[in-house]
């Protein structure tokens, strides 16, 4: 007997509580829809379009459509997953993403997505973009090699650490970035503490804690141990 | 019943550490039941030269240099399914961190102004040396590629997994635990 706050996730069906989004709601009962910039502690983004998923036949971005009764909503079919590793294809050539020289590899929500959907080669040319290093905090260094522009340093930040380090500039494919609050530019030059909620928010390799690097060593990080669609839903148990 | 043909294979290494071919001896003496199965045609371990009609190619490392250019198109040639074998063939890799610089600076620093080098040392300028290119690519932005084995490098489980299904006409799947590109 179907209830009236349910909606169908891949055939399944699916409880929520008014208000929350399919995403939310899919993680509460357990179920993966892939993400990057979406962060359960922090308001939807809706950048990064991992998430899309069909909802009655549309496109929609899960983190940011709300639940309703009787929708039918495809996750996980061949279709979206196909779109979904042209999108990671397209970040990584964007960047300077090098597994092997990363502190972050076995950690990291982009590779570990990217494992997810089994994406195996780039396919696109790659940009090889020049971007900065920013080594001149004590405690933590930037590689924005690594910045797939998911903002949720920014939102952490702002709204939790109450200091606005980082905030999101610039346009274009060549302009956007992620720009340092200070008028040197570097984060040396802020109030930014090792403490702060920004300094361990970042899904990918770019805020990186000095001298921890290694502490635990490639091949028993968090991804290594399950794939992202095992950690996540038991993280949301 | 006659004998099933073996698949000829061929392989080399570009702008590569040789990690790859090192993590495919990895595969221990599973390679002597791989050997049922295969012949070698050009690759280190046998010394041919050139490559000659094989049924696969792989390769390991991206493409820096013009002779590499030159290896790459002999293999996609020569072979029915070129693999790409590891991280730099599959993104340009380690090499490929010089792109964001200037090719003239590298080698002027690397060659002419670095404290430790010799009075009067000089970028080397040998015509048996083939010239670099300005970037370094991953090899699909050169030839057509078939298949990719991602890894730095892959390891001697993921190659057997790879080259196992591949031979048994399956489309290769690796898995958690076997997909890596550390």
């Given at each position: 007997?179907?209830?009236?706050?349910?909606?169908?996730?891949?055939?399944?069906?699916?409880?929520?509580?008014?208000?929350?989004?399919?995403?939310?709601?899919?993680?509460?009962?357990?179920?993966?829809?892939?993400?990057?910039?979406?962060?359960?502690?922090?308001?939807?983004?809706?950048?990064?379009?991992?998430?899309?998923?069909?909802?009655?036949?549309?496109?929609?971005?899960?983190?940011?459509?709300?639940?309703?009764?009787?929708?039918?909503?495809?996750?996980?079919?061949?279709?979206?997953?196909?779109?979904?590793?042209?999108?990671?294809?397209?970040?990584?050539?964007?960047?300077?993403?090098?597994?092997?020289?990363?502190?972050?590899?076995?950690?990291?929500?982009?590779?570990?997505?990217?494992?997810?959907?089994?994406?195996?080669?780039?396919?696109?040319?790659?940009?090889?973009?020049?971007?900065?290093?920013?080594a001149s905090h004590p405690d933590v260094m930037?590689?924005?090699?690594?910045?797939?522009?998911?903002?949720?340093?920014?939102?952490?930040?702002?709204?939790?650490?109450?200091?606005?380090?980082?905030?999101?500039?610039?346009?274009?494919?060549?302009?956007?970035?992620?720009?340092?609050?200070?008028?040197?530019?570097?984060l040396a030059?802020?109030?930014?503490s090792v403490?702060?909620?920004?300094?361990?928010?970042?899904?990918?390799?770019?805020?990186?804690?000095k001298r921890?690097?290694?502490?635990?060593?490639?091949?028993?990080?968090?991804?290594?141990?399950?794939?992202?669609?095992?950690?996540?839903?038991?993280?949301?148990? | 019943?006659?004998?099933?043909?073996?698949?000829?294979?061929?392989?080399?290494?570009?702008?590569?550490?040789?990690?790859?071919?090192?993590?495919?001896?990895?595969?221990?003496?599973?390679?002597?039941?791989?050997?049922?199965?295969?012949?070698?045609?050009?690759?280190?371990?046998?010394?041919?030269?050139?490559?000659?009609?094989?049924?696969?190619?792989?390769?390991?490392?991206?493409?820096?240099?013009?002779?590499?250019?030159?290896?790459?198109?002999?293999?996609?040639?020569?072979?029915?399914?070129?693999?790409?074998?590891?991280?730099?063939?599959?993104?340009?890799?380690?090499?490929?961190?010089?792109?964001?610089?200037?090719?003239?600076?590298?080698?002027?620093?690397?060659?002419?102004?670095?404290?430790?080098?010799?009075?009067?040392?000089?970028?080397?300028?040998?015509?048996?040396?083939?010239?670099?290119?300005?970037?370094?690519?991953?090899?699909?932005?050169?030839?057509?590629?078939?298949?990719?084995?991602?890894?730095?490098?892959?390891?001697?489980?993921?190659?057997?997994?790879?080259?196992?299904?591949?031979?048994?006409?399956?489309?290769?799947?690796?898995?958690?635990?076997?997909?890596?590109?550390?």
């Amino acid at each position: 007997m179907s209830d009236q706050n349910t909606f169908l996730l891949d055939g399944e069906e699916i409880a929520f509580t008014p208000g929350q989004t399919i995403m939310q709601a899919a993680r509460a009962a357990g179920k993966y829809i892939p993400h990057l910039c979406w962060h359960p502690e922090f308001k939807p983004h809706g950048s990064c379009k991992l998430c899309t998923v069909k909802v009655n036949g549309r496109f929609a971005s899960a983190c940011t459509t709300a639940a309703a009764a009787g929708l039918e909503v495809e996750n996980r079919t061949a279709e979206l997953d196909d779109k979904r590793r042209t999108m990671l294809q397209l970040l990584f050539i964007e960047g300077n993403h090098f597994c092997p020289s990363c502190e972050k590899s076995g950690n990291c929500l982009l590779q570990a997505t990217a494992y997810e959907l089994e994406m195996l080669t780039p396919h696109f040319d790659h940009f090889y973009p020049d971007r900065p290093v920013d080594a001149s905090h004590p405690d933590v260094m930037l590689d924005f090699n690594r910045c797939i522009l998911c903002s949720l340093c920014v939102q952490a930040s702002e709204l939790v650490d109450k200091k606005c380090v980082f905030v999101m500039g610039g346009r274009g494919m060549k302009g956007r970035k992620i720009i340092i609050n200070s008028e040197s530019g570097r984060l040396a030059d802020t109030d930014f503490s090792v403490d702060d909620r920004a300094a361990s928010i970042c899904p990918v390799g770019v805020i990186l804690k000095k001298r921890v690097g290694f502490a635990v060593p490639y091949g028993q990080r968090t991804y290594d141990k399950a794939p992202v669609s095992i950690v996540e839903t038991e993280a949301a148990k | 019943m006659s004998e099933k043909k073996k698949l000829r294979v061929a392989t080399t290494s570009l702008a590569g550490c040789f990690g790859c071919h090192m993590s495919f001896l990895d595969i221990d003496e599973r390679l002597i039941d791989l050997l049922e199965l295969i012949e070698f045609d050009r690759t280190p371990l046998t010394d041919i030269k050139h490559c000659g009609p094989c049924d696969l190619g792989i390769i390991e490392g991206g493409v820096c240099n013009a002779e590499n250019v030159h290896v790459l198109r002999e293999f996609r040639k020569n072979c029915k399914v070129l693999i790409a074998m590891g991280a730099c063939a599959v993104n340009g890799g380690l090499p490929a961190q010089r792109n964001h610089l200037d090719l003239r600076d590298i080698l002027e620093v690397v060659y002419e102004t670095e404290g430790s080098l010799a009075k009067g040392a000089h970028i080397p300028n040998d015509p048996e040396l083939p010239l670099p290119l300005n970037k370094v690519h991953p090899i699909h932005e050169v030839v057509k590629v078939d298949y990719f084995l991602p890894g730095c490098p892959p390891s001697g489980d993921a190659i057997w997994k790879f080259l196992t299904d591949l031979i048994a006409g399956r489309t290769p799947h690796l898995g958690h635990g076997l997909l890596h590109y550390d």
